[in-house]
C-alpha cells in the first residue's frame, strides 16, 4: 500500500516563502527542488506521487521533508561540510617560487606552467591557480627604457611644464616623424572562424609599393595635428615641414613656438635655420626618453586606425588615407591630459625572492 507523506503544517509566511523558492528561476535547481518536495508533503501527497512528479526516490523526499520539520526552510540548506585537506601548504608554495629563480630546463627562455608542474611533479592545475593567486605572469613580458641622460630632471621638467603651464602667448608644439610607412598591396576581408566568431582578416602575402615618411606636428593646448608627408626624412625635409607648419599656425609678432623634439640627429644643427626663425624654440627631450613626447600619442592612434590590416596599391594611396585621416581627426580634435604617472621597477630585480622582498 503506498505511504502517505508525513502530515506538515507551517504558517503563512512560511508557505508563501516555500512558494516562491519552487517558483523561482533563480535560485539553485535542488533548492527548488526540495521546496517542492515539502509543498507536496503540506498538500498531503502521497510519497509515490511526489517521487512520480519529481523524479526523485521517495528516501529523499523523507529526508528533506524531516529537516523542515526540524528546521523549517534553513533545513533545506546543505549541511556544513569539513571542507577538502589541503594538498598543496607553504613548504609547496616556497618550493614552486625557489623552482622559478632557477634556470628553465630543455632550453627554455623563460618557464611556464606546464613545465613547472611536471619539473616539480605536482598539479598543473594547482601551480595555475598559485601563479594567478600570487600575481605571477609568466608569460607576459614588459619592455622599458631608463634614461641616463645627466640633465634628465632638468629636461623633463622643463616639457611637463611646458604641457601644464606654457608661457604667455605661447604655442606649444610635439613634432616628431614616422619614417617607413610601408604600402603594402594584399587581400583584405572577413572571415567565419570555426567557432562561428566573425573577424577581419589579410592575406598572409603581400607586394610592397615603397615606403612613406610622415612628418606631424600636435598642437598640445588644442589637440590639432599637422601632418606632411616625404619621401625621405633629411634634415631638409624637416626643416621644409617647419616652413610650413609656421604658415599653418596662427601669426603675431608677441606669439613664440616652442617645439618639443626627440634627439634624432635631424633636429640637431639647425642653428641657422633658427636664427632666422627667432620666435621659435627647440626643447628635447632626455636621451631615450622620446615617450614624453605626446606626438607619439596620436602615432600610436593613427597606426591603429590607418595603417594596420591596410591595403594600398600604391603610396599615393597610403597618402591620401592619412591625410584624410587627419583630416577627420582634427574635427574633434581635443588635448591630451597630462597625467603624473610614478614610473615604478626600472631596476630590473635578478630573481623573483629580491623583487617579492
Known sequence: MPRTAKIVECDAKTHKELTRIANSHSEEHRIVKRSRMVLGCIEGKRLMDIAAELGEHEEIIIKWRDRFINKGIAGLLDAPRSGKPVTYGDEWKKA???????????????????????TLNTSEDAVQRFLKKEGIQLARMRTWCVSTDPEFTAKAANIVGLYLNPPENAIVLSIDEKPSMQ??????????????????????????????NLFAALE????????????????????SF?????????????????????????????????????????????????????????FGIMSRKVLRGASFNSTDELVQAIMAYMEAYNETAEPFAWKKREVCGSQIKDNLSNLRG
Open 183 to 212: 604600402a603594402l598591396s594584399r587581400t583584405t576581408g572577413v572571415i567565419k572562424t570555426s567557432n562561428g566568431k566573425i573577424m577581419s582578416a589579410i592575406k598572409s602575402t603581400y607586394k610592397r609599393n615603397g615606403t612613406q
Open 242 to 298: 617647419m616652413d610650413d607648419l609656421l604658415e599653418e599656425l596662427p601669426q603675431g609678432e608677441n606669439i613664440h613656438y616652442h617645439a618639443i623634439l626627440d634627439n634624432y640627429c635631424i633636429h640637431k644643427r639647425c642653428d641657422e635655420w633658427l636664427a632666422a626663425h627667432p620666435n621659435v624654440t627647440f626643447h628635447f627631450t632626455p636621451t631615450s626618453a622620446s615617450w614624453l613626447n605626446q606626438i607619439e600619442i596620436w
Open 96 to 118: 614552486v617560487l625557489k623552482k622559478l629563480e632557477e634556470t628553465p630546463p630543455n632550453g627554455l627562455a623563460r618557464w611556464d606552467g606546464p613545465t613547472l608542474a611536471r
Open 220 to 239: 598640445v593646448m588644442t589637440g590639432t595635428i599637422h601632418g606632411k608627408t616625404t619621401k625621405t626624412k633629411k634634415r631638409v625635409d624637416f626643416l
